[in-house]
């Protein structure tokens, strides 16, 4: 990432420190000029944050106009007062800005259980003036938990920008679509557009990660466009699709603890699902994780991991494994001559690419995960208290 993305025309950004945390930024806000055509994904965790139903409805029309973010705690199994804290702050925000409530979309995230301190947002919100800015610096920082960095991309296609900013580190296998992204363009887009062309890209983007198969309960990435230049659709769902790549990756490489990434292509399957299905099998397993953060080429874990693969159909004596250009399986027969070579490849490399071949069908799909290594269980064992 450079040092500043490019900002689509129509939107402004705010973020500050309320009170959630006890000293770093934990709340934010995007805010367009004018409302625009908008569209969202949200988590399919039946235990979700109390800020995904009313999101929900609030876009359904697919108009907004601002997103409210509050971090630190996440508003889940908080019941009817967590539902009247969000609304609480929808109408501070509403009345600061001018923007009717039903244009906001709110998103909270953090520790489950714990209720929002809805006075000290309030009264921080009486108070001060929200001083909206350019740059989305901020922003980005008040939306973090336990990630390391901001993570931020832009795209440029004709005279439009596409911007993303994304936050997620643990608790990460997004399937919807604490994983909260936000992807604001200056390009006109109609109403009946703009749900597809997102789902598109989150289907072969953020739905195809997983740190630690946990579907959290927040899960949310919203697409709103300002509708200022006329560009090439199929030249914007490219650039929209490249650019959400780019975010899931940077998820993955911020995730918890991880030290090694794992490319995961499962290929010559009955339906991309299938392939889908092995490769999320792989990369959440946490025998096969646990072997790449020992840099051990231990080949049967992925055998396992495939085998145990719901509807998966196969044929285990045609099956090929290959860490890199290596193949450790096939014929049904470990490949012993290439131990060596796979295991130093894993060593070195931050980034591992494992292929599956089943040569049972045509159709393939990559899937991305990581190891798990002992930060990982540090952060996680202590997270709340």
């Known amino acids: 990432m450079g040092n500043y993305e490019k900002v689509p025309k129509g939107f402004k950004f705010y973020g500050t420190h309320v009170g959630i945390k006890k000293k770093r930024k934990d709340f934010g806000l995007i805010v367009a000029d004018a409302i625009c ?14 800020c995904i139903p009313i999101g929900r409805a609030h876009v359904e029309n697919a108009e907004l106009q601002a997103v409210v973010v509050t971090s630190g705690i996440a508003n889940v199994a908080t019941g009817q007062t967590g539902r009247e804290n969000e609304y609480r702050i929808l109408d501070s925000v509403s009345n600061q800005l001018q923007i009717e ?6 998103s909270s995230t953090g520790v489950i259980g714990p209720q929002l301190p809805i006075d000290l947002i309030e009264t921080f ?12 610096e901020d922003f980005a920082h008040a939306i973090l938990t336990t990630d390391q ?3 931020v991309r832009s795209i440029t296609i004709g005279e439009a920008t596409i911007l993303g900013v994304v936050k997620g580190s643990g608790m990460i296998e997004p399937n919807m679509a604490t994983m909260l992204a936000y992807v604001l363009t ?4 109609e109403k009946e557009e703009i749900y597809p062309m997102l789902k598109t890209a989150v289907d072969q983007s953020f739905n195809t990660i997983s740190i630690d198969s946990d579907t959290s309960t927040s899960d949310t990435v919203a697409f709103l466009a300002s509708r200022h230049y006329d560009v090439d659709k199929a030249a914007l769902q490219m650039g929209l699709n490249q650019l959400c790549k780019e975010l899931a990756l940077a998820v993955v490489k911020d995730a918890e603890g991880a030290t090694k990434t794992m490319f995961v292509t499962v290929k010559n399957a009955e339906s991309k699902e299938q392939a889908k299905l092995a490769g999320k099998s792989i990369i959440n397993s946490p025998l096969v994780k646990t072997a790449l953060f020992g840099n051990d080429p231990n080949w049967g874990r992925i055998a396992m991991a495939l085998g145990k693969t719901e509807g998966l159909v196969f044929d285990l004596n045609k099956v090929e494994i290959y ?32 292929t599956v071949d089943l040569h049972h069908g045509t159709e393939c799909f990559e899937v991305i995960g990581c190891d798990l290594s002992y930060e990982y269980v540090k ?3 202590d997270y709340s208290t």
């Open 37 to 50: 055509h908008a569209a969202a994904v949200f988590t399919k965790n039946t235990f979700c944050g109390e």
């Open 186 to 189: 200056d390009a006109k887009i």
């Open 149 to 151: 960095q901001i993570k």
């Open 379 to 381: 952060i996680n064992s």
């Open 125 to 136: 919100l009486d108070a001060e003036t929200i001083e909206l800015k350019e740059n989305y």
């Open 323 to 354: 860490y890199g250009d290596y193949a450790i399986f096939s014929n049904n027969n470990e490949e012993k001559q290439h131990i060596d070579q796979i295991a130093a490849y894993i060593k070195q490399h931050e980034d591992i690419y494992l």
């Open 101 to 106: 409530t039903n244009n906001i979309l709110p």
